[in-house]
């Protein structure tokens, strides 16, 4: 039974993906990627629940006992990353049918389907995969469905952006693997559950420069700064739900990986004075860059880098509460972020553009929308109740019970950054939904119009040409009445998924405490991983 739980969120989506290509009518080709979706968020669901109750859980793939064969392996940490990622998958594809993204055009929706369940392959096998080269494997799947995803119906300047996101990640993978060559030669494995005790026995000089060339090559892929550059100029181009579930998801595996073998393979019992510094640079760096900009997409694409940057400051602690407030903060911002993108999705959708200041003069969206932005940017901004709150907290108080200089420093960035998160919040509410006084002509943008009053609804919003405020892309399907309501649908599950993070804080916050627990301690996952025993 342990067998078919941990197999099935890597092989079932890959053989939907295959059935997929074979010429199946639309609407049986949604309904199966839907089923399959749902069917392996109930596995991950179970899976979690076994791990809660019998420790982690391991499967040798083919009878090949580690360190020989592939090993897949699932503790409360990998449990949980994996049943929150599929829950917005899920969401994210009904966004996508109901937007129209997966069915617009028929060639369009032939590989839509695919390369979105490949997609969720990568996500589960770097998740659940027990060694280094199989990681690479997922992010590689990763990548393959990724630029298939971003480069949808492109235009010039979705392809220009695609092929950023490509040759950065390619770069990053090359590294990878020469990383991974340079692990086989110096310990002679790849298995995770071997390399920690391996690792500790070679010179300090070779085992720092593994370390950092490790910390480069997942700092590329999380949007580390400085080598973030990449990600605000490459998810706000893809459709809408592409870029939603990039945001919510491919970052995460990143700084998942970093959790995973940094505690594993590089354990520390202080402060990691350097990853610290990192997490400051990030939190700050993003944080201002989104305050920079006026396009809604770019914006919030520069707030998910400045986000990372909390996810560093518990791994940086190298604590147990630090670990819980980084594990707290991963779903928390997996499920707020998704829900933010959709969000804006649909403000794009009503006002007809993406850039703030033309926001302002445009009809505010209906109040629905502007609850299901609301809710998830309060979260993000860490404003009590919500969930945001409750991992910044958890974050904070493990800042200041450390003490030192590093782990002050870290609390005042992350405070200094949730007020400017508060700000940047502030600024897209105002121009997106408090209604301003139109203009009948461009020209006169910049002064009062002393023939309209205010309040009066009888002079249009004005329809100028995009500019460079705007990102420039292709047309977004439109969709009908029914369309629209099942995006609204797939939001409103994303958005009630945060607050339910911050309702049931208690019950994560003791999985969140247990999984960094395991993480400190790793005997119980090395011994599930070298016996493979089905506890």
Not at 149 to 154: E, K, M, Q, Y
Not at 467 to 492: C, F, I, K, N
């Amino acid at each position: 039974m342990t067998a078919l739980l941990l197999t099935l969120p890597v092989v079932l989506p890959v053989l939907a993906a295959g059935v997929t290509l074979l010429g199946l009518p639309g609407r049986v080709v949604r309904a199966m990627s839907t089923l399959v979706l749902a069917c392996v968020l109930a596995d991950a669901a179970a899976l979690l629940a076994l791990a809660e109750t019998r420790g982690p859980q391991a499967v040798h793939v083919g009878g090949w006992p580690a360190p020989l064969g592939i090993t897949l392996v699932a503790d409360r940490l990998s449990a949980l990353l994996l049943m929150v990622s599929l829950l917005v998958t899920l969401a994210v594809l009904l966004f996508a049918i109901g937007q129209g993204t997966a069915e617009d055009r028929r060639s369009t929706a032939e590989v839509f389907h695919p390369a979105y369940l490949l997609l969720v392959t990568g996500v589960s096998l770097a998740f659940l995969t027990g060694d280094l080269f199989n990681l690479f494997v997922a992010f590689e799947v990763l990548l393959a469905a990724s630029y298939v995803l971003i480069t949808l119906d492109a235009d010039g300047n979705r392809t220009r952006a695609g092929m950023t996101y490509t040759i950065i990640s390619l770069t990053s993978s090359l590294l990878f693997l020469t990383l991974v060559g340079l692990v086989y030669a110096a310990t002679g494995t790849v298995t995770l559950a071997q390399l920690g005790p391996r690792l500790a026995e070679l010179p300090d000089g070779l085992r720092g420069a593994l370390a950092l060339l490790l910390l480069a090559v997942l700092g590329i892929k999380a949007a580390l700064v400085p080598l973030h550059f990449w990600l605000p100029d490459s998810y706000p181009t893809a459709p809408a739900p592409i870029t939603a579930v990039f945001a919510a998801l491919l970052t995460k595996v990143a700084v998942y990986a970093l959790l995973r073998t940094q505690t594993l393979l590089f354990p520390r019992s202080s402060v990691w004075v350097l990853l610290a510094c990192v997490a400051i640079a990030t939190m700050i760096v993003g944080i201002l860059g989104a305050l920079a900009q006026d396009d809604v997409n770019r914006l919030l694409s520069f707030a998910l880098v400045g986000h990372i940057g909390f996810m560093l400051f518990g791994l940086a602690l190298f604590d147990t509460l630090g670990l819980t407030g980084t594990v707290l903060y991963m779903v928390h911002h997996i499920v707020v972020q998704a829900a933010l993108f959709l969000a804006a999705a649909l403000v794009v959708r009503h006002t007809e553009t993406t850039g703030l200041e033309r926001m302002a003069q445009r009809p505010p969206p209906t109040p629905v929308v502007a609850v299901l932005f609301a809710l998830p940017a309060l979260s993000l901004a860490g404003i009590p109740p919500f969930s945001g709150f409750v991992a910044k907290l958890t974050l904070l108080r493990a800042g200041v019970g450390q003490g030192g200089t590093a782990a002050y420093a870290l609390a005042a960035a992350a405070l200094l950054t949730s007020l400017l998160t508060i700000y940047a919040m502030t600024r897209v509410w105002t121009r997106a939904f408090m209604r301003q006084k139109p203009y009948p002509d461009r020209r006169d943008a910049d002064r009062p119009d002393p023939h309209r009053r205010e309040g009066d609804r009888r002079t249009p919003a004005p329809r100028d040409e995009p500019t460079a405020s705007d990102t420039v892309r292709s047309p977004e399907p439109r969709a009908g009445r029914y369309g629209a309501g099942l995006m609204t649908a797939a939001t409103a599950v994303m958005v009630v998924a945060g607050v339910a993070v911050a309702v049931w804080a208690g019950p994560l916050a003791h999985v969140g405490e247990q999984a960094a627990r395991e993480l400190l301690d790793p005997r119980a996952y090395r011994s599930a991983v070298m016996t493979g025993e089905d506890r």
